[in-house]
């Protein structure tokens, strides 16, 4: 006779073992991880509209400007950005000495 497994402990190993296909675990520990950083875009997942390109660099919705060579490349072929505290109005995180953590799609040829 078969064992009957309750339906709570199948639906959560079957979450916990999805559940990193759905996180974004490449952002760079000095950008905060995956606390501060989100997709940018019209994607559900996006919390804020793409930058705009703009002549060196890009423009991000609240005005600030992140020159082309502070970026760094995306993994996904998205734009991301990690922001201070998770806050949508915060300054983008620029760890001392290091890149300022707005990610961008790379060129593909």
């Not at 006779?1 to 990193?20: D, E, G, Y």
Request: aromatic residues 12%; neutral net charge.
């Amino acid at each position: 006779m078969m064992k009957r497994r309750h339906p709570a402990i199948l639906a959560t190993a079957l979450f916990l073992s999805v559940a990193p296909a759905f996180a974004h675990s490449w952002y760079p520990w000095e950008c905060c991880s995956s606390t501060d950083c989100w997709p940018m875009g019209v994607d559900a997942d996006a919390q804020e509209p793409e930058p705009k390109i703009v002549p060196g660099g890009y423009l991000l919705h609240d005005g600030i400007f992140i020159a082309e060579r502070d970026t760094r490349p995306s993994r996904d072929g998205r734009f991301h950005v990690c922001r201070y505290g998770g806050s949508k109005t915060a300054a983008v995180v620029a760890p001392t000495q290091k890149q300022i953590c707005l990610f961008v799609p790379q060129p593909t040829f």
